[in-house]
């Protein structure tokens, strides 16, 4: 069984920015692609916001974040993290990480296997 934990948010005014880190157990980190994904308050869904591949060769991002949002892996330390900067007010939301059952990822919920609990990021007006 992985374990994912999430660390690194918070409450940050309009336009700062907060780094997510997200640390797994496990000896195949390294083999498989990582994304993260959030839910905001109200909405049923978590959505899309960034995936890496196993080496970090293939980055998608959500339009929403694009050039904001920066997501990155340390494979020997079995962490991925996810650089936020010039935050919004709509980038509110519990964030998600999740180990993609392959190693290219995909943005769908359904491609990811294993999750975390998430941490909460608030972005005040």
């Known amino acids: 069984q992985v374990q994912l934990v999430e660390s690194g948010g918070g409450l940050v005014q309009a336009g700062g920015s907060l780094r997510l880190s997200c640390g797994s157990s496990?000896?195949?980190?390294?083999?498989?692609?990582m994304g993260w994904f959030r839910q905001a308050p109200g909405k049923e869904e978590r959505e899309f916001v960034t995936s890496i591949n196993w080496n970090g060769s293939i980055i998608r991002y959500a339009d929403s974040v694009k050039g904001r949002f920066t997501i990155s892996r340390d494979n020997a330390k079995n962490t991925v993290f996810l650089q936020m900067n010039s935050l919004k007010p709509e980038d509110t939301a519990v964030y998600y990480c999740a180990r993609a059952r392959s190693s290219s990822g995909a943005r769908t919920f359904y491609d990811y296997l294993y999750w975390g609990r998430g941490t909460q990021v608030t972005v005040s007006s």
């Open positions: 496990g000896r195949t980190f390294g083999d498989y692609a």
